[in-house]
Every structure is written in structure tokens, then in C-alpha cells.
């Protein structure tokens, strides 16, 4: 699974706890903080990765990845086989980054990795059986709630398989064809004929 580096996402908000003070953090992306010691503030996903890689801070675990929200949504995503549960639009990549950077930070984490990839893989079947009701009728699909790594799967095989059908399917282009190929060659009029007689 490839996840971009934490500058590159919009970054949603996170809640930090500092072990010192700090004072105002003057940065080209805005101004945050001051810093005081086991009180909360809110900072950017990449600011707050940028703190724990230094050992400065520790990091509050999204309201949306905690255990009994995750159990949650995997049973309401197994229940709705057409619709999607409401997620960050990258909580794939910013679960990873957490993971990577924070894993000590989140509670119960073995549970909540195990949550997240079960809801990945209900979630991308759901893509893939949706995929497959697709026929050349369908002038438009919907997907509500779909997560930034469902999108990038789904948009190369959606543009492909609609240009496919109406390319094959569209009453303009085969009417075209019928009339190219049921039309005539036809013959150049050269005048009368003259026999050829010796002389």
C-alpha cells in the first residue's frame, strides 16, 4: 500500500500532548502553539508526525479510530452490501502514518490494524461487486462516501469500461456503421460506350 509522505495530504487536525513547554512554532504553513506540558493542542497530521519522530509529543488517537468505532463500522459496512460508512477520505494513509509513527500512542493497536484492513477489504469488495453490475445502459455512477485509495482503484477501471461501452453501445455510432457498410460503391459514369472494331 503506497502513502504519501504526511506534507503531501491534506492534513486534518490532531490533538497533541507535549512533555515541555514550547513556545510559538513559526512555520511556513501557519503559527502553532505555544506548547504546555500535558495540555492539548491541536496541530496538522504532518506537524504532529514531525513532533513524535522527535520524541516531543505524544499523539491523541482520532476519534474515528478508536475500537468500539471501528467494530462499528465493520458491522454496518457488512450489513449495507451497496452503501459506504462515512470515513476521512484518507484514513488509509493517515492509519498508516499513526502506525508507523505513533503505534505506541494508540490503544489497543493490534485490534484496531486488524479492524481497519477488515474494513479495507469489505469495502474494496463492495467497490468490486458494484463494478460488476455496470452495463452498457449506465450513463453515470455513484459511490458515495468512497476513501482517496478506493478512488484510485475504481477511476482507471470506471473511465475504461464506460468509453467501452459507448463506443459499442451508442445508437449515433451504430447507425453509422449500418449506413457505411449497407452504402454502395459507386461507379464512375465515363460516357457512352464505343465498340472496338478493326480496322
Not at 487536525?13 to 513547554?21: D, E, G, N, Q
Not at 479492524?115 to 452498457?136: A, N
Not at 453515470?140 to 459507448?166: C, D, G, H, W
Request: with cysteine; charged share 25%; hydrophobic share 40%.
Amino acid at each position: 500500500m503506497s502513502v504519501q509522505h504526511p506534507a503531501f495530504l491534506p492534513s486534518p487536525s490532531l490533538l497533541v500532548y507535549t512533555s515541555h513547554a514550547t513556545p510559538m512554532l513559526y512555520l511556513l504553513q501557519g503559527d502553532f502553539g505555544p506548547f504546555f506540558p500535558q495540555i492539548p493542542t491541536k496541530v496538522p497530521l504532518w506537524l504532529a508526525v514531525a513532533l513524535k519522530k522527535r520524541g516531543k509529543c505524544t499523539i491523541r488517537t482520532p476519534d474515528w479510530m478508536t475500537l468500539d468505532r471501528l467494530t462499528q463500522v465493520l458491522e454496518a459496512e457488512r450489513e449495507s452490501p451497496r452503501e459506504f460508512q462515512p470515513l476521512p477520505f484518507h484514513y488509509i494513509e493517515i492509519s498508516k502514518l499513526l502506525f508507523d509513527h505513533a503505534r505506541d500512542d494508540i490503544s489497543d493497536a493490534y485490534l484496531v490494524r486488524s479492524l481497519i484492513e477488515d474494513i479495507r477489504d469489505v469495502r474494496f469488495h463492495k467497490v468490486e461487486s458494484g463494478l460488476e453490475t455496470i452495463s452498457g445502459r449506465t450513463h453515470a455512477v455513484k459511490l458515495k462516501n468512497l476513501s482517496a485509495m478506493e478512488v484510485n482503484i475504481v477511476r482507471p477501471f470506471m473511465v475504461r469500461t464506460l468509453q467501452a461501452f459507448y463506443k459499442h453501445d451508442s445508437p449515433q455510432m451504430i447507425q453509422q456503421a449500418d449506413n457505411t457498410g449497407s452504402r454502395a460503391t459507386p461507379v464512375t459514369d465515363r460516357g457512352p460506350r464505343r465498340d472496338l472494331r478493326r480496322r
